[in-house]
C-alpha cells in the first residue's frame, strides 16, 4: 500500500472529485469533526469508500478517539474491504492504540475480513503523545505507522508551526524514529510546500490538503534510484548469506541484518 500521496477531503466532502482523477495514492475522510452531524459524516464515508477502491486508491478514515463513544458507530458505518486503513487522532498512549485494535477486529471478524488487514495510523499531535511516541508504535502489530500532525503539535507546546527550519525538529524526528525503528512508514501532515524537506527528514508519505501538491509529494516521497539500488544489494546479500547458513551479511561495507533486509524489501515494495 502506497502512501506518499494523500489527499485529506473536507469535512464538507468538496474535492472528492478531483482527488479520485489525480495521481494521489489514497483518499482521508473524515468522522472526527464536530461542525457536522457524525450521523451524516458516516454515510457520506460509507458511499466514498467504494469510489476510492474502484479508482484504484486506499481509502482512510480519521475517527473519533475511542474515549468519545464514538469509535463502536464509527467503525460499524465504515469497516469493510475497501477501507484500507483509519487514522487515530490525539494518540496519547498505547492503551488509545489497543483499545482501537481491540474494536477493529471484532468487526473484521464478523465481516469476513482478515484480522489485522486494517492498518491503524495514530496521530502524534501533543508532547504527551510524543514522549510516548515509541510505545504507542508498538500497541498493536495492525500500526502502520504514526502520523505527525505539526499544527496541533506546535499548538501544544506554544510555538510557531512551521515545516522547515529548526522549531519543530525534534519532534520530526523522533516521530521518524520511532516508525522506522520497527519497520513502519511515518507519514506527516503538510501544506504542499517544503515536501522534498520532509522526505529528507525520512517521511514516508504526507497528508496534503486538497490535489494540488499530489505530483510533488509523488516525487519528493519516491525513493531515488540509489536508493533502490542500494535496497537491492542488500536483499540479494542477505538471501544469499542466509541460503549459506550465515545470521547477517556484509553488502558495501554494511552489516544487512533481518532488520535491515525487511527495510529494504518494503522500501522496494
Not at 482523477?21 to 459524516?41: C, E, N, Y
Not at 474515549?67 to 498505547?94: C, F, M, N, S, Y
Not at 494540488?212 to 548469506?241: C, I, K, Q
Request: glycine residues 10%.
Amino acid at each position: 500500500m502506497a502512501l506518499r500521496s494523500i489527499v485529506a477531503i473536507p469535512v464538507s466532502g468538496a474535492g472528492v472529485d478531483e482527488a479520485l482523477a489525480s495521481a494521489a495514492d489514497g483518499l482521508l475522510l473524515t468522522l472526527a469533526d464536530d461542525s457536522r452531524p457524525v450521523g451524516a459524516l458516516r454515510l457520506e464515508a460509507a458511499a466514498a469508500l467504494p469510489r476510492i477502491s474502484e479508482a484504484g486508491k486506499s481509502g482512510m478514515v480519521i475517527v473519533n478517539h475511542p474515549r468519545t463513544q464514538l469509535l463502536r458507530d464509527d467503525l460499524d458505518a465504515i469497516v469493510g474491504p475497501q477501507l484500507k486503513a483509519v487514522i487515530l487522532p490525539h494518540a496519547l498512549e498505547p492503551q488509545d492504540v489497543r483499545d482501537m485494535a481491540v474494536l477493529l477486529r471484532e468487526f473484521e471478524l464478523n465481516r469476513g475480513i482478515e484480522p489485522g488487514d486494517i492498518a491503524v495510523f495514530p496521530m502524534i499531535d501533543t508532547a504527551r503523545g510524543l514522549l510516548r511516541a515509541a510505545e504507542i508504535a508498538q500497541a498493536a502489530p495492525r500500526v502502520g505507522g504514526l502520523v505527525f500532525g505539526p499544527y496541533g503539535y506546535a499548538r501544544d507546546v506554544g510555538a510557531r508551526h512551521e515545516q522547515r527550519g529548526p522549531r519543530l525538529s525534534y519532534a520530526r524526528g523522533a516521530v521518524v524514529a520511532a516508525s522506522r525503528a520497527v519497520d513502519q512508514r511515518p507519514l506527516v501532515v503538510a501544506d504542499g510546500l517544503e515536501l522534498l524537506h520532509l522526505a529528507q527528514y525520512g517521511f514516508a508519505g504526507a497528508i496534503l490538503p486538497d490535489a494540488r501538491g499530489v505530483v510533488a509529494a509523488n516525487l519528493a516521497f519516491t525513493p531515488p534510484a540509489p536508493a533502490l539500488e542500494r535496497a537491492r544489494s542488500h536483499v540479494t546479500a542477505y538471501d544469499t548469506a542466509r541460503g549459506e547458513g550465515a545470521w547477517v551479511a556484509r553488502s558495501g561495507g554494511e552489516i544487512v541484518d533481518s532488520h535491515a533486509a525487511r527495510k529494504a524489501r518494503r522500501l522496494l515494495e
